[in-house]
């Protein structure tokens, strides 16, 4: 996954969580464009190298 949660070095619960958080929002995003027909990425990792901070923006204020 790209994620990489295995080389994580979070050593405290408050950081993995919002590390889950964050992927959870990431994947949640992405399901959503897929499902509208808003994206043409063909996979999770090419979609997030496609990201900036105002598309993110832009999706989150949807």
């Known amino acids: 996954m790209f994620f990489q949660e295995d080389q994580c070095r979070v050593k405290d619960r408050v950081g993995a969580e919002m590390r889950t958080v964050n992927r959870n929002l990431v994947v949640g995003l ?3 464009e897929l499902e509208r027909g808003w994206t ?3 996979s999770l990792r090419n979609w ?3 990201q900036t901070f105002s ?3 832009w999706m989150l204020r949807r």
Do not use: V
Request: glycine share 8%; no cysteine.
């Open 48 to 50: 997030i190298n496609g």
């Open 55 to 57: 598309n993110a923006h």
């Open 30 to 32: 992405y399901e959503m």
């Open 40 to 42: 043409e990425a063909d």
